[in-house]
């Protein structure tokens, strides 16, 4: 490795093991291969290239829609914002949950673009279908809603923040309301792949793409440098779609950098493999910190794993391994999060129960 | 080359030259050599690893910035957008040519964020000192300004969208102009490679970096797979940019990609000598049409050539040469615009040469 | 009364007694003689006359504030995201109550101009000191926080939505709050009058004023027809406040109208006389429904009672009496809201106890 | 007059005579007289009262427009950047002229709302058709259009801010030329009286009405101390519009106030009778001026009028007639504005004519 100008910081970050999340690593290599492979070629920009349309033909085989549209952004909260301000009307809001990506970690880009992020509880990251009804029922019994935001889109994530997972029932109910108030539904799909590949998961892609109006293949957090896949199910991009990700900022001129990482997961199933390679990681973590007597904070069932540890544990683990502290209980534990991904060696779980 | 979805248009492409812009190949192998050699280094996301840690030092360096805030950016756009946004205040506008990026071929980015795109006659793609103090002297003459976009910046590219260069002279007029004003000038610099290099160049990147107050060095048209490098010269970035660039939806999860490529293109001088590569050609393709008789549309001195076209020779090019049509002329002739980069290849200037 | 164009709803309406708010009258009677009378003199637009100039300084001297600057606007809603707009940064929100205005009832206007309202608890209305400081020092103590909204400014309104007021104790741990974040307070007092003259108000108007950083003194729901004193009591408006305000469109080209009421308002006290005429009959309603049995939704010491009626009652003041009803509770009887106003003749308190 | 806090200025202000603008006295005494006599009458807010109402099927006689949505605002910049954002769709942009008053005086209130005003030249202050005719087709025609502001909407003021009017033949063609490209024409009518009442006009309010998507019938200088109403003439107003109104903080609390002035106005054909005052006394300016040899910087039909005055007739009115100094010309001499309005005096005229 010829940087000689790593700081102190990475060293020890290189000597030690990492679950901070899902995006401490580069891209699968086969990605890289394919970018050197194809590097000379010279193609269009702006997403016109054989790469980029290769990739889309793929995802539509996929997910089971032949006539989506898919545009390739580049970020998640670049790809939440674009997407929303083009689907909502100028004076609507979106619905998610209290603890949803755009209502907490995103500095504000959707309200940057005018919409308010309209909040109702969540449930361990979860929308509860109740909930949604009541206050799309409480919204349009009141009178005085002209004065109020209106909720013109539903925003979800699958998994969500806190890793857990809709069942089919679940995202069929969700998108019955969102049918009979005439709304679309939107799922943000950062970890899509450790999603679907969850064992707790009864739903595959073709499905989930029919329960929603638009969505997103996370590409940044499954495998790939950057790049998320957005699909409009049935071709029911909004008009222009092209020109107001060019206005968000959000066009990227290498648009073969996109395509390709999309053409190459979905190749040969690339994307669900390496997903599921996460998520075997993830449960052998799980089995590990509950043979060993923790509890969790969270019972999830995707990539990321939310143990409880004492002072004597953190202290233990401290220069030997990272991972993230998300808050301290009243007991003076630490609810903690280990995030597995499709690169993450099983000696790091094995070295890990070691150490505790 | 493993993919077979390539599509009939692509094969014509693979088979002819392309002089269509600076974007249409991948990255410098360098920076995919390190990209697959870091591959698997675990490092921290948004900006904050040892790569990006480096290409900041390497960059203060270069420009000769000790106490420079540097930030890493996806897209030229986006970038504009998200640092205009960030200078101005409120009620600002900026003020660019007519021709400007960010006035013509940015759908409205700027506007999106709030601003008025104020605009004044470019001269060549340039700005004309006397032309902003003109315009400035007479906004703050008028006393109903305060019902009008108060002008809060400068932009200017360089080169400019026209393949033109300023003068030392005329950028420090133009920076003495905006001190003047107690206004900031902001230098899109998205070809800032070929500005530097060309032979009419009489400034460097240091001295250009004390001209202006934050200003960008374009990776994606300069042999990055995308990224551009914002240097606020002075350690002038507006209060919690960070924050503002997540906003815009411009904060790249994998920071790495973005750092490893500029710590790249700043060892060894590497951005320099591939810009200059693309100038050498660009010369040779200019001399060359020059020496066969051919007008220019302008006489640009750095990566992007305008000859003009009769329809004879347009049709001889014709599913040989891609390169692009700008505009028609009164006589029917064809403005044209070659460009090359660090990429183009020798012969293919050898093999237009013999087609025309 | 000339016009014939009355609806069928209007004459009901008209022979109805009505306390459905404090804005279904039109603006105090000195107001309109002041109108007629200064009608034809000549004057500045946009704010310059020396009708804005007198009620400036009046507003300086009852304020205590003989440096504030002071501006008019027309409304509540465009005062509030105005104000919020021009003080905040670029990537900041405002924290506000669940119940605040400008959370519910304002069609997204402070989303509109990009910036989130940060929701904290409200406890009948008001922000609890404890809850801000929870609140703020959570966000400061999370490292993730760049990757949130950054909280900027402090929002209350005094009364609140529910007609309570703070006390001079719990405005103080606000301000030493705010200040000790740096970040501005700003008070909503579309009802200031009728806080301020509340048998519970233990603060006054020059109190309150060096209790906040700006806020506005309502006149639309205070016997103007519309406008709202915008002071920014240490003279910190920020700059070019008049431009910001025209950007918002919410500058009046004669705004002689704004000028002329707001200088009859706080001309001999008229503001605070009318105000405690609005106060003594919501007691005298208060008194008269305590009397009768009724419970109430909140104690409220303003001008906007909350009595809980039964289904009998409703059906008993049908078509005679009009008020608002806000929601129904469990055991099926309603919550409604009384609301009294500058204009309210006392004979229609008479009245409605007699009907009850 | 009660007012004792006048200052110097207005003292010489009163005792001078004034052609600075037509919003510079109140309101015309029928809609004094009105207000006072409907002060008492409980009425809802918001636009729901019967003054509304009432203006509104007014309205909709006098454009001969039975079902068109007529919504009243404040004030015209607040009018302008309202229904602009409203009629837009999120990537469009707004077609003016020049020196339309979007582009020029309302402090960037379109930008703020996220749309670029795309200007065309103007001639005279007005748009030619063929002008228009040729953009649109360049727009696209050019290939790179999806990079660019879509044109979504064209913008005209009848009168211009030049005093300039349409003939109903140009309105035509404007017009076709936007149902050829399928997108709104909307026309500013601050002075809409101004103009239809002016000897050059060969069109009525009915006609005008038939010749757009929405447009607007100006209060504020045309007799009412503010309102603008808003037509949408084939009822064809934007969904939610009133939520629109109120995001914007163009909601008007007390509507009332609105409603009745434009039911005033539009009862007895007042709006019409006042505005041909104004051109009357125009007129008398305009003949007055040339019989004493001054040239015209514009040849204005309407109740704006441009006289160039040499030094010494500015000389001579100082400190006895006001007016605006718009420029200076290359030979010293001043293009001036002298605007008449409903309330102007016929003996103003004749003063002047005296002091020249």
């Not at 361990?124 to 009141?142: C, I, S, T, V, W």
């Not at 699958?158 to 108030?181: H, M, N, Q, V, W």
């Not at 957090?221 to 900022?249: D, M, W, Y």
């Not at 993230?324 to 999060?337: F, H, K, M």
């Amino acid at each position: 490795m010829p940087n000689t100008n790593l700081t102190l910081n990475t060293f020890l970050l290189l000597s030690m093991i990492s679950f901070t999340c899902d995006y401490i690593e580069g891209a699968h290599p086969l990605i890289l291969k394919r970018l050197v492979e194809t590097n000379m070629t010279q193609v269009e920009g702006y997403g016109e290239d054989p790469f980029c349309e290769a990739a889309r033909d793929k995802i539509r085989e996929a997910t089971g829609c032949p006539s989506a549209d898919v545009f390739f952004l580049v970020g998640g909260t670049q790809t939440n914002s674009t997407v929303i301000d083009a689907m909502l009307r100028r004076y609507e809001g979106v619905v998610a949950v209290e603890t949803g990506h755009i209502a907490v970690h995103e500095s504000g880009a959707v309200e940057f673009s005018g919409h308010k992020v309209i909040t109702i509880p969540g449930h361990n990251g979860k929308m509860n279908p109740e909930d949604l009804r009541q206050y799309l029922h409480h919204f349009h019994a009141d009178p005085t809603w002209p004065h109020m935001v209106y909720p013109g889109m539903v925003y979800i994530s699958f998994p969500t923040e806190y890793g857990t997972i809709y069942t089919r029932d679940e995202l069929s109910a969700i998108k019955a309301i969102c049918d009979e108030y005439e709304i679309p539904l939107f799922i943000d799909g950062a970890r899509l792949g450790y999603g679907l590949m969850s064992p707790a998961a009864d739903i595959n892609l073709r499905e989930l793409a029919q329960l929603c109006d638009v969505f997103y293949i996370g590409g940044t957090k499954v495998g790939a440098l950057c790049g998320e896949a957005v699909v409009f199910s049935r071709g029911n991009a909004p008009r222009q779609f092209f020109t107001i990700v060019k206005q968000h900022g959000a066009l990227l001129a290498k648009g073969r950098l996109l395509g390709l990482q999309f053409d190459t997961l979905f190749t040969d199933e690339l994307y669900f493999k390496i997903a599921q390679h996460a998520i075997d990681m993830a449960m052998e973590l799980k089995r590990m910190f509950a043979s060993k007597g923790f509890e969790f904070y969270i019972d999830s069932p995707t990539n990321q794993q939310f143990p409880i540890l004492a002072k004597e544990q953190i202290d233990a683990l401290e220069g030997k391994v990272l991972y993230e502290v998300w808050d301290t209980l009243p007991d003076g534990r630490y609810i903690t999060r280990f995030a597995t991904s499709w690169a993450t060696p099983r000696e790091n779980v094995e070295l890990l129960a070691q150490m505790l």
